[in-house]
């Protein structure tokens, strides 16, 4: 099949037998997005890139990920001049806020009847970021990318069927995203497949998690550790080597 702006990171993540296809594709954007908004072409200091992330703002997971980023002088530049539209918006909204009238029924309701205008304010700004917004565009497409060439790549389809299936959340997105891009023959041919496929995984993963566990016991510390070797090195660049007497810091001595 020829390959075009979306089929070539999609074959790139299914190549990469990551745990799930999509999550690699989400790291790599967000990754990108990352770097644009904060890397070295300064995007953070045109005006309608600021624009965008003063309107939009970021989700707690991002706001980290950017201090992570390491780019002090950018954060602090798009943090300035979010915070003074947050500032006036706040502003505007105490000026014309009205608290609810209270009644005696109203005290045993778990919730109000209406909503709370400024609890609604924070909400809004709180499900909105930029980079879950520029994300969302992109993933819709890699979706519609996936089930062109599911079926019309058997080699591409094929991987998919015997890799390591998805993330349960991604999984979901599929199986709902087949329901408006395949016929009803189409469908059962992919529900067959993805049931197969996420059945034999999750088995997979159930049992390298248990082994992992098994590991710990004295008993086996001379044991293989099979596949579970996998989540045992990842788990080390969390764990920082373990501790004493614990397996994983002896496999790293």
């Given at each position: 099949m ?8 999609l074959n ?9 296809p999509?999550c690699?594709i989400?790291r ?8 644009f ?10 005006s309608?890139?600021r624009g965008?992330t ?10 980290k ?7 002090t002088?950018?954060n ?5 001049t979010?915070?003074?539209?947050i500032?006036?918006d ?15 029924a ?17 909400k ?7 980079i879950?917004?520029?994300?969302a565009?992109?993933?819709d497409r890699?979706?519609d ?7 019309r790549?058997?080699?591409f ?6 890799g ?9 997105d ?7 891009r395949?016929?009803?023959?189409e ?11 996420m ?7 159930q ?6 566990v098994?590991?710990?016991?004295y008993?086996n ?14 788990g ?6 373990g ?8 496999m790293n001595?």
């Open positions: 020829k390959e075009t702006l979306y089929t070539i990171p790139d993540a299914v190549n990469a037998n990551d745990e799930c999509f690699y989400e790599e954007v967000e990754q990108d997005l990352m770097d908004v904060l890397g070295s072409g300064s995007s953070y200091m045109e309608d890139v965008e003063d309107k939009a703002g970021f989700c707690r997971a991002h706001f990920k950017m201090f992570d980023y390491g780019n002088l950018g602090a530049w798009i943090l300035k979010h915070y003074m539209k500032n006036r706040m502003k505007e909204q105490f000026k014309h806020f009205t608290p609810g009238k209270s009644s005696f109203s005290r045993f309701r778990k919730t109000p009847e209406e909503e709370n205008s400024i609890s609604a304010w924070v809004q700004i709180e499900g909105s970021c930029y879950c917004n520029r994300f565009d992109t993933y890699y979706m990318t996936f089930f062109y060439m599911y079926k790549d058997e080699e389809r094929k991987k998919i069927k015997e390591k299936g998805f993330c349960l959340h991604h999984f979901g599929l199986c709902e995203a087949g329901e408006t395949l016929s009803d023959k469908k059962k041919e992919f529900y067959d497949d993805m049931f197969a496929l059945e034999r995984n999750m088995e997979r993963l049992e390298d998690v248990n082994w992992l098994e590991k710990f016991d008993r510390k001379d044991a293989d550790w099979k596949n579970s070797r996998d989540a045992v090195q990842r080390m660049q969390k764990l920082k080597g501790y004493p007497g614990d397996p994983v810091y002896k001595k």
